[in-house]
């Protein structure tokens, strides 16, 4: 089993910055993908990053040049610092993790407003 609890969110204005943590346990293999997910109201889930144990990042068009996605190895921790934020980042922050299946966080509430 692999447990990932996420921390971080917040309010913050446009313009300002964030960073998430997740910190993931349990049985983990080597070889594996770590990222993020976010989902606004109304809206599906959608891709925003990820970094392969291998080091190879993906990253959605949306957030590309203002998000940032490394990890700790050693401590099985991926981060996501969010920079120059606009108000339609503004979701539930899921971290992920793929190692032989899928698993999921619980979110981190990021919210953009003035």
């Known amino acids: 089993q692999v447990q990932l609890v996420e921390s971080g969110g917040g309010l913050v204005q446009p313009g300002g910055s964030l960073r998430l943590s997740c910190a993931a346990s349990?049985?983990?293999?080597?070889?594996?993908?770590m990222g993020w997910y976010r989902q606004a109201p109304g809206k599906e889930r959608e891709f925003i990053a990820t970094?392969?144990?291998?080091?190879?990042?993906n990253y959605a068009d949306s957030v590309k040049g203002r998000f940032t996605i490394f990890r700790d190895f050693v401590k099985n921790t991926v981060f996501l610092q969010m920079n120059s934020l606009k108000p339609e980042d503004t979701a539930v922050y899921y971290c992920y993790l793929f190692t032989r299946m899928a698993y999921w966080g619980k979110g981190t509430l990021v919210t953009v407003s003035s």
């Open positions: 970094l392969s144990s291998g080091g190879t990042s």
């Open positions: 349990g049985s983990i293999f080597s070889t594996n993908i």
